[in-house]
């Protein structure tokens, strides 16, 4: 069974930065398409950010272009997000997501990802 687990969350003053974990097991991490999702308080959750299996290919949503950054090392089987410059608009919680056959391309809010960790808090304060 696929387990995701996230971790580094926290509070930070705005135009700080974060980066945030995902460990993956149960599986064989490479062969899954790998996303971080937010959900804000009282909003829908959102996209994020996607990456391809391999790591070569990214896809973010428009508000966090060029400020986040998502990765992942497949030998340690785990997913990154490197938040910088960070806005208190960013405030939620933050997951990561896997599926297996998914287009990293077309992964959006709303996608239906195979498997999904319990998220980690990011508050940012003005």
């Known amino acids: 069974q696929v387990q995701l687990v996230e971790s580094g969350g926290g509070l930070v003053q705005a135009g700080g930065s974060l980066r945030l974990s995902c460990v993956f097991s149960g599986s064989t991490f490479r062969s899954y398409a790998m996303g971080w999702f937010r959900q804000a308080p009282g909003k829908e959750r959102a996209f994020v950010a996607a990456?391809?299996?391999?790591?070569?290919?990214?896809y973010y949503a428009d508000s966090v272009k060029g400020r986040f950054t998502i990765s992942r090392d497949n030998a340690k089987n785990t997913l990154y997000l490197q938040m910088n410059n960070l806005k208190p608009e960013d405030t939620a919680v933050y997951y990561c997501?896997?599926?297996?056959?998914?287009?990293?391309?077309?992964?959006?809010?709303?996608?239906?990802?195979?498997?999904w960790g319990k998220g980690t808090l990011v508050t940012v304060s003005s």
């Open positions: 997501a896997a599926d297996l056959r998914a287009l990293p391309s077309t992964i959006r809010s709303g996608y239906d990802m195979d498997y």
């Open positions: 990456i391809s299996r391999s790591g070569g290919s990214t």
